[in-house]
């Protein structure tokens, strides 16, 4: 019941004008903010992420190291590692993206399309937070690399947190122009199955872009992930280490690309 | 003048769900829309809090046009919709914390302002729980709390008690009313419960994408005509002829009761039953009925106002989270 007569009463001059903004720092961080919230609070799912990655990394890295001969001098664990740290990104970023689909229909979306601020808030916030959640997940996985052999340095470290992000940001913009035109929740398996599995097989995440066949060259140039694959790796072993700078280059255009078009797909209305 | 509406129209492909309606919302006014479910009222909502463009007309919200200045008309206004917009992830507070953010609310006032609607709602105590363990009651009142943060002038409710039991009904329009009186807000809210547009300053009827009358409760009670007094007694013939006498015109016979059509139907019953007794006719029971919105919309639209169907959104959202299939 009430015990005090509130004071919040609602005759206040608002400014005639006010200048547009085009970018809501505040607003962003208020999406950021509630993301990293969420991912926190359902820190399990992180549990789920790692098992997953160390699945693979044993499956693949260990399963099939005596079947493989070393890559440019590295054994196939050290040369999948990068790969499943990939992975990790693909699938966080990915699922991070598609929980837009989930405020539609939990109505929290709504909240944010009501409020004061561009549409651009929405998308920069949703990409910002699940770059971030899916780089802390990868940057985890990173205490697994002695297991397969990869050596940490302190430079390398940052570099490859650096390359982490970048791929992050691609993925999780990617994830948000498929969620922004997904209306239901029937797509959300199909997604897993027809975009993130073979967004991941065919990036060069666990075979060298070396040697596949020149259609299937042609799939993983187009392929984001690829570049991030690549930019990974290098960081981390060395291997393609002279391309880091393009590949990063190309996420950064590609990222901007797919938030460009987010921001013009998303209507108004919820 | 709070909102102002000027043939406002909005069409989705070929159908208009909107057919140029207007109206106006004084300062203070608390302004009902009723109506079924397809009637226009929440098109009508969503081009108030500029979620919709207008096809044709305009709309003046707090002195801002909704299509030119939405920004200063979405900084105005505090919205409680239909289906529940808040985070069950999140606390009470942290839900009001971000609306804050995103609403520019001056840092150093917000903790403030947060204590002051979570009291103003009732759910101070709360404060620090995860909102997926309120009912569905604290739920709304939490969405009530949060439209204020921002002190808007006008609070905007579309259905405001849909889906909650009708005692959770009573207490959200308690709080809604203490509210009113205590900051003097404006409110446009819309609703199919005739009860609860009893509470309205005025009410705007609309159907099919029409506003078929305007007016307040009472005087739109009154178009469909007067209260009506039925009285049984031991000689209905005399009755009928003492309550003529006094009536100074005849009064009517219904299945042997006595029916007498008046402004005032209860007072009006007091006299007839005390006239009545003085003649020594003994009253046996008496019953006064005044006519209801139920019975304004019926004859304006030639309906009963239909009880609203879920959407096929939450049926499907329902049936996902029954099997456990949603992981948020």
Known sequence: MLETQPSIVPVRALPKTRPARLIDVEGIAMIWLRDMTRFWRQRSRLLGGIVRALVWLFALGFGLRRSIVPISGLSYEQFVFPGIIAMTIIFTALQSAISIIWDREFGFLKEVLVAPTPRSTLILGKCLGGATCSTILAAIMLVFAPIASVALTPLNVLEVLIAMFITALALTALGIVIAARMTDFEGFGTLQNFITLPLYLFSGAVFPIRGAPS???????????????NAIRGALLGYGAAEIPLDLAVLVVFTLIMLSIAILITRREA | MTIQVERLSRSFGTLQAVKGIDFEVGKGETFGFLGPNGAGKSTTIKMLCTLLRPSGGRAIVNGYDVERESGLVRQSIGIVFQDPTLDGYLTAEQNLHYHCMIYHTPRHVREARIREVLQLVGLDDRRKDLVMTFSGGMKRRLEVARGLLHQPQTLILDEPTVGLDPQTRRSVWEY??????????????????MDEAEYCDRIGIIDIGRIVALDTPAALKRMIGQDVVRIRTSDIERAVEEASRWLGYPAHLEDDVLCVEGENGQSLAAKLIRHLTLADIEVRDVSVQAPSLDDVFLHLTGNAIREESVGA?????????GHGRLRR
């Open chain 1, 215 to 229: 259609w299937l060259q042609v799939v993983l140039l187009v392929n984001p992930l690829t570049y991030g694959v």
């Open chain 2, 176 to 193: 809604v009313l203490r509210l009113r009186e205590a900051t003097g807000l404006t409110i446009f809210m819309t609703t199919h419960y």
């Open chain 2, 313 to 321: 959104k939450e049926r499907l959202g329902a049936r996902l989270r």
